[in-house]
């Protein structure tokens, strides 16, 4: 149930447009021509890995047959770093491009949001830096993911790496007008990936879903992408090439961005501090840090948290805690890492962690309230993977 308790004002984001369906890769063309835009230089940002599958191709082959000049940067890698930004602004002031097209992962749709402004605004990458507006409205810009899991193509965010800390470019201005989800570009995504990419999927939405700021939007996307990933996860994952699970997911990866209006909660701030520690994907620290934020919550939002655990269960009623086991069991089932000790981190890691959490990554979003003392049993009981004791202790309150 939706819930509009509340009266507060919320200001929700999404992309204008959004195509979606098997082969809607080829059909960009439509919205150009849709927005006038009926040839002339198109700036392309991909992801190294994209253009050396081809990926790129099948956006690239149908607009240039249409008449289109498409010109590609293609020197994105994961966690794309200031320099890597500023080599793209200059390729993106190179031409009088009419239009972006960012495909890939999080990381090239982050990017290709960040060439369409820049391409039309004076200044260097870090006179943006945080919540930001740009004088002149960016480029047209098309998300095309090739993965199911970042949201990337439906949120106002763009994410880089300065000097080693994550930073970012917030603006309204940066939320793609038109989407395009293709599954069959995620086809071939290996099944460790279709894993991660879709736990990042469910994090959003869940995070999203207990966060203070939640809102009949994100709670309508929410609760759209934890049905969909209870059902069709673990078959993507099994079966690569099980296109109605493909389809389900890259949609699901699409609604848990949108519920990203709601912003994330303690989860992605403990996944940050597992990430600095070892480079393990974005998805995967999420999905480790998941189940003990929802117990870490246990107290703090008791309905919420049974709502959601029906929803998954396909139950009527379900407690709290069946949530969390839920998602332990997912993880569990895809072959994630289950505690801090299996990726290297140790209890003598703890007390950086912890202040690292409270310090670097605060949230205020977050349902119960973060202190270094409360934390101190989640990160000590993720050490080994003792999700029971978490359970145990977050339930005293
Ligand atoms: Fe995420």
């Known amino acids: 149930m939706i819930s509009f308790a509340k009266n507060n004002v919320y200001n929700c984001l999404s992309p204008r447009q959004l195509m979606l369906g098997d082969g809607s890769a080829g059909q960009v063309e439509k919205l150009l021509i849709g927005w006038q835009i009926s040839g002339g230089d198109l700036l392309l940002v991909a992801d190294r890995e994209v253009v050396k599958l081809g990926l790129d191709r099948k956006v690239v082959e149908p607009l240039e047959a249409a008449g289109f000049t498409v010109a ?3 020197g994105i890698v994961g966690e794309p770093t200031l320099e890597i930004a500023e080599a793209l602004t200059e390729f993106a002031r190179q031409k009088p491009f009419k239009a ?55 949120t106002a965010v763009s994410m880089l790496s300065v000097r080693g800390r994550k930073a970012v470019v917030l603006s309204p201005q940066l939320v793609p007008l038109a989407t395009v989800l293709d599954a069959e570009l995620t086809k071939t995504l290996p099944p460790q990936i279709t894993a991660a990419t879709g736990m990042d999927a469910l994090s959003h939405a869940l995070e999203g879903f207990m966060s203070v700021n939640a809102s009949p939007f994100s709670d309508t996307q929410a609760l759209t992408t934890m049905s969909i990933v209870a059902r069709w996860l673990k078959p993507a994952y099994e079966d690569g090439s099980n296109m109605e699970a493909r389809r389900a997911m890259i949609y699901a990866a699409y609604t848990g961005g949108l519920t990203l209006n709601a912003g994330v909660v303690l989860g992605h701030s403990v996944a940050y501090t ?23 919550n246990l107290k703090a939002i008791p309905e919420r948290l049974s709502q959601a655990a029906g929803l998954v269960l396909g139950k009527d009623k379900a407690q709290p805690v069946e949530l969390v086991n ?67 202790f977050y339930q005293r309150g």
């Open 72 to 74: 590609c940067f293609d």
């Open 100 to 154: 972006v097209i960012g495909m890939g992962g999080g990381s090239s749709l982050d990017m290709s949001k960040l060439a369409a402004a820049m391409a039309l605004n004076q200044g260097e990458v870090t006179d943006y830096l945080g919540l930001t507006s740009f004088a002149k409205a960016p480029l047209p810009l098309i998300n095309v993911p090739t993965t199911a899991g970042t949201g990337a193509e439906a």
């Open 326 to 392: 839920w998602v332990a069991d997912l993880i569990a089932a895809l072959g994630l890492p289950r505690s801090l000790g299996e990726v290297g981190i140790t209890e003598s890691d703890v007390p950086a962690m912890i202040t690292e959490c409270v310090e670097r990554y605060p949230r205020p979003t977050n349902p119960a309230p973060i202190d270094a003392q409360r934390l101190k049993v989640f990160y000590e009981t993720m050490v080994t993977g003792d999700l029971a004791r978490t359970i145990e």
């Open 274 to 296: 597992i990430a600095n520690r070892c480079h393990l994907p974005h998805g995967v620290s999420c999905a480790m840090a998941l189940p003990y934020t929802i117990a870490y």
